[in-house]
């Protein structure tokens, strides 16, 4: 069975764009949740979407938002980029369970100059 | 104060050491708990989650959850070179979400 897919796995932008990342969860589970890490702050939750609503939201600001389409796969967009964005982005996915068993993704490196 | 507090490394040990991991929380309605592995510029990998307190053995990994002390743990038994990595300890509440320690850097030396 094939894993959580990211794509693109790197990416370069400057302050001030914006940027979307793209992930595939693995076949038949409907949630997917988006953590953001950095050096400093650790791993932070961002949201998580299920069935194309989302379901739960971190402290981050609007400027981070996502979307979950009718396949499962969902994109996460961040606007006016600031270099503090500067993070390895994870997407996790799991299947709908009280215990929610996250499998991660391999991440999209985030450079912002 | 953190919700999750992650004893920093990093952490060196030689081969075939028994090595422990340790979380505190605050939160006690977390319910979940979780370790991951990651490797560099890799994904976090699941190792090993336990929901009750008590010891839960997998291989040379042993998970152990005191809710009373809020405290959890992770020991590696003959550790190998090939667990250099960093251990992250996870826990969940009712909200769905993981909450993060911090991470353990390890590294296991020939």
């Known amino acids: 069975k094939a894993g959580v897919t990211q794509t693109p796995r790197y990416l370069i932008k400057t302050r001030g764009q914006q940027v979307t990342l793209s992930c595939s969860p693995i076949s038949g589970h409907r949630s997917v949740s988006w953590y953001q890490q950095t050096p400093g702050q650790g791993l932070q939750f961002l949201f998580e979407?299920?069935?194309?609503?989302?379901?739960n939201k971190g402290n981050f600001p609007g400027r981070f938002s996502g979307r979950q389409f009718s396949n499962s796969r969902s994109e996460m967009n961040v606007s006016t980029l600031e270099l503090g964005d500067s993070a390895l982005y994870l997407c996790a996915s799991s299947r709908d369970s009280t215990y929610n068993e996250q499998f991660f993704g391999p991440g999209t490196r985030l450079t912002v100059l | 104060q953190k919700e999750v507090e992650q004893d920093p490394g990093p952490l060196s040990v030689p081969e075939g050491a028994i090595v422990s991991l340790n979380c505190t929380y605050s939160n006690s309605a977390f319910q979940y708990f979780m370790w991951y592995r990651q490797y560099s510029r890799k994904g976090p990998e699941l190792l090993m989650y336990t929901y009750s307190s008590g010891n839960k053995e997998d291989g040379r990994f042993t998970a152990q959850v005191d809710k009373s002390s809020k405290y959890i743990s992770l020991f590696i038994r003959d550790s190998q070179p090939s667990d250099s990595a960093t251990y992250l300890c996870a826990m969940q509440g009712s909200a769905r979400q993981l909450t993060f320690g911090s991470g353990t850097q390890l590294t296991v030396l020939p």
């Open positions: 979407y299920f069935s194309e609503t989302q379901r």
